[in-house]
């Protein structure tokens, strides 16, 4: 049974910095797609970054030169930098994997991670 949990959310100031980690365990091969997603309250789930094995990369216009997502494929973990961050990149977010493309849609994904809260405030 494959298990994803992510971990480093919290609460940070607007221009600050946070990274998010999320591990995968139970998987009887490497996962090949990665995802980072997140939802606001009150607002519909986005994409905000994506990885495969090979370390090609996608994001929203939203986060691009904000966000970097990476990997270590030895420990099945994938992180998300976050840099500059603003109130409205405030939401909880979410760790996915098991997906066929590398894709920033949630329909894509599989496995999910429970989720972790991020709060962009002053």
């Known amino acids: 049974q494959v298990q994803v949990v992510e971990s480093g959310g919290g609460s940070v100031q607007p221009g600050g910095s946070l990274r998010l980690s999320c591990q995968a365990s139970?998987?009887?091969?490497?996962?090949?797609?990665w995802g980072w997603f997140r939802q606001a309250s009150g607002k519909q789930r986005e994409g905000v970054a994506a990885?495969?094995?090979?370390?090609?990369?996608i994001y929203p216009h939203s986060v691009e030169g904000r966000f970097t997502i990476s990997q270590d494929n030895a420990k099945n973990t994938v992180y998300l930098e976050m840099n500059t961050l603003k109130p409205e990149d405030t939401a909880i977010y979410y760790c996915?994997?098991?997906?066929?493309?590398?894709?920033?849609?949630?329909?894509?994904?599989?496995?999910w991670g429970q989720g972790t809260q991020v709060t962009v405030s002053s």
């Open positions: 139970g998987y009887r091969d490497r996962p090949y797609y």
């Open positions: 990885i495969a094995l090979d370390s090609r990369t």
């Open positions: 996915a994997t098991g997906a066929n493309a590398l894709s920033l849609r949630g329909f894509s994904y599989k496995y």
